[in-house]
């Protein structure tokens, strides 16, 4: 069991009472197993299991939740370059899952990296309506791109800014806010020693008055008749039913509607706390999961597409699908936007918009790593589908062998899902994988 601080023992006494006490100390000495959760946006649950060359057990939290064992190299397999899984704690996973994020709605996630909410509820979305996945330092919300990217996420707008900024620029335009808040990071302590040390009355009384100000600004992003989940991966009350408490005394607009704890001796992994809140009002969120962009809140728009002859040529050539609206930015940069934007993007600080396509430079357009992950093998004309060793020495960046008939960008592929873009040329499949996302 890990060293954990005396006056942490004595709260969680005092927390769960002697007998629950004894089982969660019982609980910590066991050592935390590692889980997946399988990309919804690109294959099934069923599918990723059968596929898989290593064992899966369901968790139980969610049908597409499994842990793998420890000796699985899983940040090196051919699935996790593709973005089938992403490497996430059980009880992690059940925040986003009790949002209710749909299809064609506006989604906020206001604290996300690294990602594993966020791509989660992308799939949730099915790629649809507006996800703005924002995280406050610059660094993290550059592993979260990278994240979005590998998992195929195209209707996300990552911003880089602190809740109040955001909530200053864009007002109250979603119908959900997930707040994933920093915390303590007591449900951790089993698997995270840094969380240990950290720990402190002080620290997490620190996190405390950070959270609510957290949750005052995402008040401000929520539509009339909108839902606010609020999550930490903590235990302390201060953190998590005094949040909500002292949120609710000020909001005479929201009501609580579940709220839910997970403990390691009580449920399936680590630690975590759940409210949800509704918003009253006489606006209605847009909770149907047909609704069109016309029905989501004025200060959203469809992007207008541009005429990008040198792009819609490659489309063409590459592409067995009706090519979406595409962006030209200044730089040469070709974007395909999320199907809402915000009306004022004055001020955002924007990480990524939708899929970077690639981009111009001579008038020749080059595509990006992330238009080959975004889409499956049955959107390209071509694909070149690899196994055994040709697969490893092009995860690697080598070039391999393709058939002598096939020219120009093409897909390699595992399970029919591509993990970089090759280029054909008199039977070699030139390589095409950035260097910094090979794997030898």
Not at 94 to 104: D, E, S
Not at 229 to 250: D, K, P, Q
Not at 354 to 368: C, D, H, I, M, S
């Amino acid at each position: 069991m890990p060293n954990l601080p005396e006056a942490y023992l004595q709260r969680m006494r005092s927390l769960l009472g002697e007998s629950e006490f004894a089982a969660y100390l019982a609980a910590m000495k066991d050592k935390p197993r590692r889980a997946l959760r399988v990309n919804l946006l690109k294959t099934a649950a069923d599918y990723f299991s059968a596929q898989a060359d290593f064992s899966l057990t369901p968790t139980g939290i969610l049908p597409e939740s499994f842990f793998f064992e420890d000796d699985v190299a899983i940040g090196r397999h051919p699935l996790h370059a593709a973005g089938l899984c992403y490497v996430q704690e059980p009880a992690a996973q059940m925040p986003a899952a009790l949002t209710g994020a749909g299809v064609g709605m506006a989604v906020l996630d206001l604290c996300a990296a690294p990602g594993g909410k966020t791509t989660q509820l992308a799939a949730m979305m099915q790629n649809t309506g507006l996800l703005v996945t924002n995280e406050p330092v610059r660094s993290r919300a550059e592993i979260l791109a990278g994240n979005i990217e590998r998992l195929g996420v195209r209707n996300a707008l990552v911003t880089s800014m602190r809740p109040d900024a955001l909530a200053e620029i864009l007002g109250a335009c979603f119908d959900v806010v997930l707040v994933d808040a920093p915390c303590s990071g007591e449900g951790m302590f089993r698997k995270d020693a840094t969380a240990i040390r950290e720990w402190s009355e002080e620290h997490l009384l620190s996190c405390a008055a950070r959270q609510e100000q957290i949750l005052e600004s995402a008040a401000l992003l929520l539509k009339s008749g909108g839902r606010l989940v609020y999550a930490t991966c903590t235990f302390s009350r201060e953190e998590n039913e005094g949040a909500i408490e002292r949120f609710l005394s000020a909001h005479a607009d929201f009501s609580l509607i579940d709220s839910r704890r997970m403990y390691p001796h009580s449920s399936v992994g680590e630690g975590q706390f759940m409210s949800v809140l509704v918003r009253a009002g006489a606006g209605e969120a847009n909770t149907s999961r047909t609704a069109s962009a016309a029905e989501s809140s004025a200060a959203l728009t469809a992007p207008a597409g541009e005429r990008i002859p040198a792009f819609e040529a490659f489309w063409r050539e590459t592409f067995a699908i009706e090519q979406p609206a595409a962006m030209l930015l200044p730089d040469g940069r070709v974007l395909l936007p999320p199907q809402l934007l915000p009306r004022e993007l004055r001020g955002l600080h924007i990480v990524r918009a939708g899929v970077l396509a690639g981009e111009l430079k001579n008038g020749r357009f080059t595509p990006n790593h992330a238009l080959a992950l975004a889409y499956p093998a049955s959107a390209f004309r071509t694909t070149v589908p690899l196994e055994a060793g040709a697969l490893t020495r092009f995860l690697a960046g080598e070039t391999v062998a393709c058939h002598p008939a096939l020219s120009g960008w093409c897909p390699a592929t595992v399970l029919d899902h591509p993990i970089g873009w090759g280029k054909a040329v008199e039977g070699i499949l030139k390589n095409h994988i950035p260097k910094g996302l090979r794997i030898r």
